[in-house]
């Protein structure tokens, strides 16, 4: 059976970048109809918070990512420690006690020399009193012990990778202070938990070459790897998970819709164009890993505000019922009311808004030129309630009054009924009148 994982980590709120990796493990898991888990990295217990967790959940379900098995890793590390004692006693994992600074000392020599900076395995070197000794001083750290050969593999997005191990350093498994580290739990998980795919940033391909190494040790089966293309900002400034940019909460708060971001997430950096769709079935139906290119993908936030329009224009008044229902609208009127405004709304703040514009009346405008203008105007307007012919009517008898035509005649009246000089036709406006208008400043 397919199964893919999100293994996001509980230290800030999750941000668009991260979501790629969730929405593309989740649409290849949907598409064979396999099992796609959420899997917590919180190994780092000191940086790991509850409220992150609760925070990726709630993201996650905003966009309609149902996940089928969610699994900790700070629950399994019985399980790591198993799998190192495994690994130490075949030789594939081995104790070292540099200090960062010495480390940083080391990679500094080896650029100056020329080389690429790897670890010099220098630990391997070092007799059982010489361990002992820098134990009780400093602690220590453990490393995977790479095969120096060329590994290879097809990914599904870059093409064929091959790396030579011996470019790349001994991973670090665990830290001096006891930390388990991604690079081996998460191969220790995938193979537990029989991941048969895995997507996740180019950023990640060092690490993928010695994780396949680390399955491989531990006898399990190598998933199929595609690595995508990195998210920048519109000007190409890389985005931070840190400084809280873009997180998928912010943008929830800011009243973005989840099928926007997940159509244009579903597309951005591929070859297929962008385009609204209306479910996450038909996100899965449509999403193709092989259409998505290496080069790093600009994302900018305003791009979503007009797929959030263009979404929100699409809904039927059932799939805004409660939003229209909290703005006071009536239900005999509600159906007429959605039907006009949904197409003049950037978000769902802005349905209160306009019924207040049709139930009191007051929220239009009028310039100081165009007061007594208006003031003759309204003197001719009947009391509500207005039928579909009631606007032009009232548009004829002000004209023939005032000897206004056109813009000077139409725009005043409409900034005095809405407060704004754009909008839905104002001979569907009239009649959601639920008062006579009473612009304010008259």
């Known amino acids: 059976m397919t199964t893919t994982r999100f293994a996001p980590s509980p230290t800030g709120w999750?941000?668009?970048?991260?979501?790629?990796?969730?929405?593309?493990?989740?649409?290849?898991?949907?598409?064979?109809?396999?099992?796609?888990?959420?899997?917590?990295?919180?190994?780092?217990?000191?940086?790991?918070?509850?409220e992150y967790i609760d925070?990726?959940?709630?993201?996650?379900?905003?966009?309609?990512?149902?996940?089928d098995q969610l699994e900790s890793q700070s629950a399994r590390f019985d399980r790591y420690t198993a799998a190192r004692d495994q690994l130490i006693a075949e030789g594939r994992i081995y104790e070292?006690?540099?200090?960062?600074?010495?480390?940083?000392l080391k990679r500094k020599k080896q650029l100056n020399m020329g080389k690429p900076p790897v670890y010099?395995?220098?630990?391997?070197?070092?007799?059982?009193?010489?361990?002992?000794?820098?134990?009780?001083?400093?602690?220590?750290?453990?490393?995977?012990?790479?095969?120096?050969?060329?590994i290879e593999w097809e990914d599904g997005i870059l093409g064929a990778i091959s790396i030579d191990a011996a470019s790349v350093s001994d991973p670090v498994i665990i830290k001096n202070d006891g930390q388990w580290l991604y690079t081996f739990a998460s191969v220790v998980d995938d193979i537990d938990m029989g991941v048969t795919d895995i997507v996740r940033g180019s950023d990640h391909v060092t690490n993928t070459a010695t994780q396949i190494q680390m399955i491989e040790a531990l006898g399990g089966t190598v998933p199929r790897f595609a690595h995508h293309s990195l998210l920048t900002g519109p000007q190409g400034e890389g985005l931070s998970k840190r400084l809280g940019a873009l997180s998928l909460r912010d943008l929830r708060a800011k009243g973005l819709e989840p099928m926007a971001v997940l159509s244009l997430m579903a597309r951005l950096g591929s070859s297929e164009p962008v385009e609204i769709r209306g479910s996450i079935d038909e996100i899965v139906a449509n999403f193709k890993v092989e259409s998505f290119g290496a080069s790093p993908t600009k994302f900018d936030e305003n791009d979503l505000w007009p797929l959030t329009a263009k979404v929100l224009a699409a809904m039927s008044l059932d799939q805004v019922a409660a939003d229209v229902a909290a703005a006071g609208v009536p239900d005999a009127v509600a159906p007429q009311f959605w039907a006009i405004i949904r197409e003049n709304i950037a978000t769902r703040a802005d349905i209160a808004p306009w019924w207040q514009v049709f139930a009191a009346g007051d929220k239009g405008s009028v310039a100081d030129e165009d007061k007594d203008f208006i003031r003759e105007a309204l003197a001719i307007l009947p009391a509500a309630p207005y039928a579909a012919d009631s606007w032009s009517n009232w548009l004829n008898d002000v004209k023939a009054q005032s000897g206004r035509k056109g813009k000077g005649l139409f725009m005043p009246l409409r900034k005095a009924l809405t407060g704004a000089e754009h909008g839905p036709e104002m001979a569907d406006i009239l009649p959601l009148f639920q008062v006579k208008p009473a612009p304010q400043g008259l």
């Open 55 to 67: 925070g990726i959940k709630a993201d996650l379900t905003w966009l309609g990512l149902t996940w």
């Open 14 to 50: 999750i941000h668009i970048g991260n979501l790629r990796a969730a929405l593309f493990n989740y649409a290849i898991a949907r598409q064979q109809g396999g099992k796609f888990i959420l899997r917590i990295d919180d190994t780092d217990l000191e940086r790991s918070k509850q």
């Open 120 to 150: 010099d395995r220098a630990a391997l070197l070092l007799t059982a009193e010489e361990k002992d000794a820098l134990r009780a001083e400093r602690g220590s750290h453990w490393r995977f012990k790479l095969d120096h050969q060329r």
């Open 96 to 104: 070292c006690f540099e200090t960062p600074v010495e480390l940083d």
